[in-house]
């Protein structure tokens, strides 16, 4: 069976619903895909158990809840999650599987409705009591041995006799559940299996080199123990050399399925001269009558002795830390990947989403780039500014090429009234005279000067001009002359005098007036002269136009 079985997504999705994410985790991390168990979820649950509001119990009894599954890959895997958890996790979690009274309980374990059910349910139910002896140690000691300090001024070291011989034993207990594994390298055939050699592995290195160093502790201290402890810690070291020996098997089981050979330690065994001396010398305490070494011998075979130890744990020290490295190495490596890919994700999210230019660097481009700007009231081109309005043929606007602007749409001629509407900028329009040369109603020529016979003519034009469409001039509520009074006119023969096309007079500040529907402003600026209307007109009232 490969890949993720209904089962497991059926669990996985009750978890999400309750919000259960460790049991979540735990369920992708013991599916019946015939694989390891994925990285992500282990390093999940490692994270778990660095945080104090995380129910490390809660956690445990999942994965044993999962080693009580039919699918010897189900469970398998937990016991992988766990022991991964007990060797990276936070101490805590050792803690409490060391304080439970019993942890698993697989000894009669068998799959029988699998493929490999059966050769795969043996190496489970030895793998069971490897975990449960790693947690019973921890439970008489209160140290995990594959992490404690080593070295000269390292716990096993530094250890007095007394409490050496009662830690020793231990570790053997511990390293004979590993290497009762005994998986051969014709066995080791899926991932799974593969997987826990492998933390099997880094087990029996980091167990072993403590083991060597309590062992050369006690040979130091040999010759220096009463009877009783020495017959006790010669049948320790009886013991060290024959796990030893199963141990190089293991290692070379290790080799051969692919572990890197610099990872792998070398053994070098003490010579066998020392074990004659520890025997004589036990003898002798022993009252019996034997050859005894002299002082000198003695002292240089176990020199000897210590220092082919010393190099045994300096290689198990080497390949550990060595491993350690890789280990680092490769979480920074992925570490860097994963970072790496996610930032590749958000860039091709960020180009999915902003177009290749964006709308804002656009129009700042037409704003400040074009070499002209459009004019609001003249046909002509001013250079640009930040100010003014951008061409209506600027990349902003063809964004949008339905768009018209309103400013083109109306002629000035639709004003409603004398004083006009509100220009583009909103500011109120004056009374004008349009200039025109043939009809009231024609559109202004820029060219052509203002020439009017009188004051009547040339207030005619300017009512004329007010109307909407040429149509028959409607007279405007505005009253130029007051009711009754006399226009003078100033003589049949008076002129104005001729003004450029920049003549204005200001009106007096008038209210804003509301802005008619329909009057709209035109980009062309007319030409026009105002009159200001203060009071009623006489004669002497009239003033040739100043110049501006």
Wanted: glycine share 4%.
């Amino acid at each position: 069976m490969s890949g993720q079985s209904i089962t497991d997504r059926i669990a996985a999705a009750q978890h999400s619903m309750t919000g259960s994410a460790i049991s979540k985790a735990v369920c992708k991390a013991t599916t019946h895909e015939v694989s390891g168990p994925k990285k992500k979820h282990l390093d999940y649950l490692i994270y778990c158990t660095n945080e104090m509001n995380v129910n490390v119990p809660q956690l445990a009894d999942t994965l044993f809840e999962r080693t009580t599954n039919s699918s010897w890959v189900v469970v398998f895997k937990a016991l992988i999650t766990t022991h991964h958890i007990m060797m990276y996790g936070n101490e805590r979690f050792i803690q409490y599987l060391a304080s439970r009274n019993t942890l698993f309980n697989l000894n009669n374990f068998l799959d029988k409705g699998a493929l490999q059910g059966y050769d795969m349910s043996t190496f489970i139910r030895r793998y069971s009591r490897y975990l449960n002896e790693k947690a019973l140690s921890y439970r008489l000691v209160a140290v995990d041995f594959t992490k404690m300090k080593r070295g000269i001024d390292g716990v096993m070291r530094t250890m007095n006799t007394e409490k050496l011989i009662k830690t020793l034993p231990i570790i053997q207990n511990q390293l004979d559940a590993l290497l009762d594994f005994q998986a051969n390298p014709n066995e080791l055939t899926n991932g799974v299996i593969n997987a826990a050699f492998m933390l099997l592995f880094k087990d029996s290195i980091r167990l072993f080199a403590a083991y060597n160093e309590g062992v050369i502790n006690l040979l130091e201290k040999y010759f220096d123990m009463k009877k009783n402890q020495c017959k006790d810690a010669l049948d320790i070291y009886k013991k060290f050399l024959y796990r030893m020996t199963k141990l190089s098997e293991f290692l070379k089981v290790a080799e051969q399925v692919g572990i890197d050979q610099g990872d792998i330690p070398d053994l070098t065994q003490a010579p066998s001269s020392l074990l004659e001396a520890l025997e004589q010398h036990l003898a002798s305490l022993e009252g019996k009558k034997t050859k005894e070494l002299s002082a000198d011998n003695r002292a240089n075979t176990l020199s000897n002795a210590v220092s082919s130890l010393s190099n045994t744990g300096m290689s198990f020290s080497f390949s550990s830390s060595r491993m350690d490295e890789k280990e680092k190495q490769q979480a920074l490596e992925e570490e860097q990947s994963r970072l790496q890919a996610l930032k590749n994700q958000r860039l091709k999210e960020m180009s999915m989403q902003t177009p290749s230019a964006s709308p804002s660097t656009q129009s700042m481009g037409s704003a400040n780039n074009h070499t002209a700007g459009m004019d609001l009231f003249t046909n002509t081109t001013s250079p640009p500014s930040t100010n003014s309005m951008p061409n209506l043929n600027s990349d902003l606007f063809d964004l949008q090429p339905a768009f018209i602007p309103a400013v083109q749409s109306t002629p000035i001629s639709t004003a409603s009234s004398a004083w006009g509407g509100y220009d583009a900028l909103g500011d109120l329009l004056k009374p004008t005279v349009t200039v025109h040369t043939q009809a009231p109603i024609m559109a202004p020529h820029t060219g052509s000067k203002l020439l009017a016979s009188d004051l009547d003519s040339s207030l005619a034009n300017l009512v004329g001009n007010l109307q909407f469409g040429g149509a028959p001039g409607k007279k405007s509520d505005m009253q130029w002359t007051q009711p009754g009074e006399k226009k003078l006119t100033g003589g049949t023969n008076w002129q104005s005098k001729t003004m450029s096309s920049t003549t204005a007079w200001s009106p007096a500040p008038l209210p804003p007036a509301a802005m008619p529907p329909a009057a709209m402003p035109v980009p062309h600026m007319v030409r026009t002269h105002t009159w200001t209307h203060t009071h009623s007109l006489t004669h002497s009232d009239i003033q040739a136009p100043k110049y501006t």
